[in-house]
C-alpha cells in the first residue's frame, strides 16, 4: 500500500508565498518519479510539476514557471513544492502523486495519489 500525505496548503493573498511538502515511505522515494497536480472547483485534475526520482529532472506546467519549484529529499523521504508570487487562479487542491514513469503528466496515468491540500489564494 503506497500512501502519499501532503501538508502546507493554506488560505494567502496574491503575491503570497508558500510551501507543501509530500512524504511518503523509503520505498516510494527510491522507486519512483514524483509530482504535484492540481484541481480547482469546476475543473478537471491539471499537472503542475514533476521531478525524477535522482532529482534530474523536473517538469512544469508552463502558468507555474518561474513561480514553482519543486524538489525532493530521498533521504527525509520528502517532497516540496515551493509556491511563489501566488494568484488567485492558483487557487485548488494540490495533490502530490508518484508514477514509475517520469514525463507524466496526464492524471490518468497516474499510479498513486494523495488526499490532497487545499490552497486559497485571495485577491
Known amino acids: 500500500q503506497v500512501q502519499l500525505v501532503e501538508s502546507g496548503g493554506g488560505l494567502v493573498h496574491t503575491g503570497d508565498s508558500l510551501r507543501l511538502s509530500c512524504t511518503a515511505s523509503?520505498?516510494?522515494?527510491?522507486?519512483?518519479?514524483m509530482g504535484w497536480f492540481r484541481q480547482a472547483p469546476g475543473k478537471e485534475r491539471e499537472f503542475v510539476a514533476s521531478i525524477s526520482r535522482n532529482r534530474g529532472s523536473v517538469d512544469y506546467t508552463d502558468s507555474v514557471k518561474g513561480r514553482f519549484t519543486i524538489d525532493r529529499d530521498n533521504a527525509k523521504m520528502t517532497l516540496w513544492l515551493q509556491m511563489a508570487s501566488l494568484k488567485p487562479e492558483d487557487t485548488a487542491v494540490y495533490y502530490c502523486?508518484?508514477?514509475?514513469?517520469?514525463?507524466?503528466?496526464?492524471?490518468?496515468?497516474?499510479?498513486?495519489w494523495g488526499k490532497g491540500t487545499l490552497v486559497t489564494v485571495s485577491s
Open positions: 523509503e520505498r516510494v522515494f527510491n522507486n519512483y518519479a
Open positions: 502523486f508518484a508514477d514509475r514513469v517520469y514525463g507524466i503528466r496526464r492524471h490518468s496515468e497516474v499510479d498513486y
